[in-house]
C-alpha cells in the first residue's frame, strides 16, 4: 500500500511529462515520419501517421527538386567562417578589455555594450545599402562580413577572462612574458569551456539566421538552407514527402548540435541570466 | 655599506640620479604607450567592423528618416518629420502596432508560463527526467525557416493533422492561417512552441541554480509543493524571470521570419506586424526613408519598453 502510494505521485508525474513531451517533439516527429512515407502513402487520406516502411528514395529525389545540397554547403561554409571569425575577433576585444589598461577603455565598452541594447533591424536598411554599393549582393562576403564581430562574444568572454586568476598574469609578466604571448598560450588554452559556447552559439546563430540572407541573396546558387527550406512551400505540386525530406536534411546538422552541445549552449545562453 | 651601495651601483651624483630617472619615466611612459597601442590593435577588428556596419548605420537610419529616397536608395530631398507624421496618421501602420502588441501579448506569457511549469516539472532528480529535458530543450535550435514551413503542413485547412485530430474529437476544422481572426492566434501558438526550448533552457538552469537546503528547510516547515512553489522558487527565481521577460519581448517585437513564411501579413493585415512593415516599405515599396523611420519607431517602442521594464518590474525582482 505504502509502496503505491509513494509510486502514484511519480507515475503521474511521468503520465504528464510523456503528454507534454508528446506535444512539443510532435512537430519534429512528424517532419521525419512524413519524411519516410512513399509517395502514394503521403497522398492517403486520412492522413498517414506513421510509414510503413523505410522509404529513404525521398532523400534522394528531393536533391532534384531544389539544389539542397548547394543550400547546405554555402550554410555551413558562412557560419563556419563567421564562427571563426566571431572567436577571433571577440576574443581579442575581450583581452583588451579584461586585462589591459588604455584611454578611452570606459567610452568604448559602454559602446560595445550599446550594440546589444539597439535591435539589429534598425540598421538593416543603411546595411543593405552599404552591401550593395561595393557589389556584395549575391556573394559570400555580403553574407559574411557584416556579422564577423560580436558584442554578444566578446561580453561573454570578457567575463570568462576575467574570471581567470590574477596571479596568473602577475606571474607570467614577471617571467617578462608580453600581453600577445600571455594571451595566444595562456589565456586561449584555458578559455576553452567559454570559446566552445561562444562557437555554438554564433554558429547556430548563423544557421538558422533568416532576414539578412533573404536581402542579400537571389539566385539559387547562394541562398542558405533557410531561405531554401522556405522555398519548398511553394513546390505547392510535389508531394509532402519530398517536402519534409528537405526539412530533415535541414535540421538534422541542428538537433546533432544540440545532441552534442547541449551543456555549451545552456551555459551561452543563460550567461546573462545567472549574473544577477 | 660601501661595497653594497657599490654592487647595487645606486645613483651617487644628483645629475646621474635624474638621468635615470628621466629614462625610468620615459621608459614608464613608453610602455603605457605601446600598451595603449597594443590594445587598439586588440580591439581594431571589432572596433572597425562595428563602425562600419553599426554605428555609422544607426546614424545613416536617422538621416534616412529625414528625408525621401528614389528606389535606388539615393536621397531625393529633405522632408523633416514628415515620415513619422504620415506614419502616425496612417490606419495601417497603427494597425501594425496594435497587431505587434497584441503579438507580444498572445506569446511572451504564454511561452514563460508554460517553460516555468515544465521547468519546474523536470527540477528533480527522478529516472529518465535528462530524456523530457532534451525534449523541451529542442526547439531551441529549429529555425524560424524550418519551423514556420513543419507548422505551415500542420496548418494546412484541408490536409493538415492539426484539423485531422480535431476531426477525431468532433470538432469543426479550423482555417488557421486564412482566417484573419485566427491568423494571429496561429502564428502565435507556433512562435511559442519555437520560443518554448530557450525559455525552459533558461528558466531550468535558473532553477538548478537554488540549493537543495533551501527545499529541504522547506519541507521541514510543512511547506506543500504549490506554497513552496509559489512562496519560495517564485520569489528566488525572480531574477531568471525579469531576464527572461526582458529577452522574450524584444524578441517578440523583432519577430519577422514566421510572418513572412506563413502568413505575409494577411488575411487582412491581421498578421501585420512592425519588422515585416519595415520589409515592406524599404524592400518590396523601396521607400527607404519611411522604412527608417518605421525602424526608428520599433527602436523607441523597445527602448522604452525595456526602460519601463527597469524601473516597474525589477523592484519586484528578489536579488539574493
Known amino acids: 500500500m505504502t509502496r503505491i502510494r509513494k509510486l502514484l505521485p511519480e507515475a503521474v508525474l511521468y503520465a504528464v511529462l510523456a503528454v507534454c513531451a508528446l506535444a512539443v517533439l510532435y512537430p519534429v516527429l512528424y517532419t521525419f515520419a512524413t519524411a519516410l512515407l512513399t509517395p502514394a502513402e503521403a497522398s492517403e487520406y486520412p492522413p498517414r501517421l506513421f510509414p510503413r516502411s523505410f522509404y529513404l528514395q525521398n532523400f534522394i529525389d528531393v536533391f532534384g527538386l531544389v539544389p539542397i545540397a548547394a543550400f547546405i554547403g554555402n550554410t555551413f561554409l558562412v557560419s563556419g567562417v563567421v564562427m571563426i571569425g566571431q572567436l577571433v575577433t571577440s576574443s581579442m576585444a575581450a583581452y583588451a578589455f579584461a586585462r589591459m589598461n588604455f584611454k578611452g577603455k570606459n567610452l568604448l565598452f559602454a559602446l560595445f555594450m550599446a550594440t546589444m541594447m539597439i535591435p539589429w533591424e534598425v540598421t538593416i536598411i543603411p546595411n543593405y545599402l552599404t552591401v550593395r554599393a561595393w557589389g556584395w549582393l549575391d556573394s559570400y562576403q555580403g553574407l559574411i562580413v557584416p556579422f564577423l564581430a560580436a558584442s554578444f562574444g566578446t561580453f561573454l568572454l570578457r567575463q570568462f577572462f576575467m574570471q581567470l586568476p590574477a596571479e596568473l598574469f602577475e606571474a607570467a609578466r614577471m617571467d617578462g612574458c608580453g600581453h600577445v604571448r600571455y594571451f595566444v598560450s595562456h589565456v586561449i588554452p584555458l578559455s576553452r569551456p567559454a570559446l566552445g559556447t561562444l562557437a555554438v552559439y554564433s554558429f547556430l546563430n548563423m544557421w538558422n539566421a533568416y532576414l539578412w540572407p533573404l536581402l542579400v541573396t537571389n539566385s539559387d546558387k547562394m541562398r542558405t538552407v533557410q531561405i531554401g527550406v522556405s522555398m519548398l512551400q511553394f513546390q505547392e505540386t510535389t508531394s509532402w514527402n519530398l517536402v519534409f525530406a528537405g526539412i530533415t536534411l535541414v535540421i538534422l546538422p541542428s538537433l546533432l548540435l544540440l545532441a552534442l552541445g547541449l551543456k555549451q549552449l545552456v551555459r551561452g545562453m543563460t550567461v546573462g541570466a545567472l549574473k544577477g | ?320
Request: charged share 10%; hydrophobic share 50%.
Open chain 2, 1 to 320: 655599506m660601501d661595497g653594497l651601495e657599490k654592487s647595487l651601483s645606486l645613483p651617487r651624483d644628483p645629475v646621474r640620479a635624474r638621468a635615470v630617472r628621466l629614462r625610468r619615466t620615459g621608459t614608464l611612459s613608453g610602455l603605457k604607450w605601446r600598451e595603449n597601442v597594443l590594445a587598439y590593435a586588440f580591439l581594431g577588428p571589432s572596433l572597425l567592423l562595428f563602425a562600419i556596419f553599426f554605428f555609422y548605420p544607426m546614424l545613416k537610419t536617422v538621416y534616412l528618416s529625414l528625408h525621401t529616397t528614389d528606389p535606388t536608395g539615393r536621397v531625393a530631398g529633405y522632408v523633416g518629420w514628415d515620415n513619422f507624421s504620415y506614419l502616425f496618421r496612417n490606419p495601417q501602420f497603427l494597425q501594425g502596432l496594435k497587431v505587434t502588441a497584441l503579438f507580444a501579448l498572445l506569446t511572451v506569457p504564454t511561452g514563460i508560463a508554460l517553460a516555468l511549469v515544465l521547468a519546474a516539472l523536470t527540477n528533480g532528480k527522478t529516472r529518465g527526467i535528462k530524456l523530457f529535458q532534451f525534449a523541451f530543450s529542442l526547439p531551441v535550435v529549429l529555425s524560424v525557416g524550418s519551423a514556420s514551413v513543419i507548422w505551415m503542413f500542420l496548418y494546412h485547412p484541408t490536409l493538415g493533422t492539426l484539423n485531422y485530430f480535431l476531426s477525431l474529437l468532433h470538432i469543426a476544422p479550423v482555417s488557421w492561417l486564412v482566417d484573419p481572426k485566427w491568423a494571429l492566434v496561429s502564428v502565435s501558438i507556433m512562435t511559442v512552441w519555437m520560443n518554448l526550448g530557450f525559455q525552459y533552457i533558461v528558466l531550468s538552469s535558473g532553477l538548478r541554480g537554488i540549493p537543495d537546503e533551501i527545499y529541504e528547510s522547506a519541507r521541514i516547515d510543512g511547506a506543500g509543493p504549490l506554497r513552496l512553489f509559489g512562496r519560495i522558487l517564485l520569489p528566488l527565481l525572480s531574477p531568471t524571470l525579469f531576464f527572461l521577460a526582458v529577452v522574450s519581448v524584444i524578441g517578440s517585437f523583432q519577430s519577422f521570419g514566421q510572418i513572412n513564411i506563413l502568413t505575409r501579413g494577411g488575411p487582412m493585415n491581421s498578421t501585420n506586424v512592425l519588422v515585416y512593415s519595415i520589409y515592406q516599405e524599404a524592400f518590396v515599396n523601396f521607400r527607404f526613408g519611411s522604412g527608417s523611420a518605421q525602424a526608428l519607431v520599433l527602436f523607441a517602442i523597445i527602448f522604452i519598453l525595456t526602460l519601463v521594464q527597469f524601473a516597474w518590474l525589477e523592484k519586484k525582482v528578489h536579488y539574493q
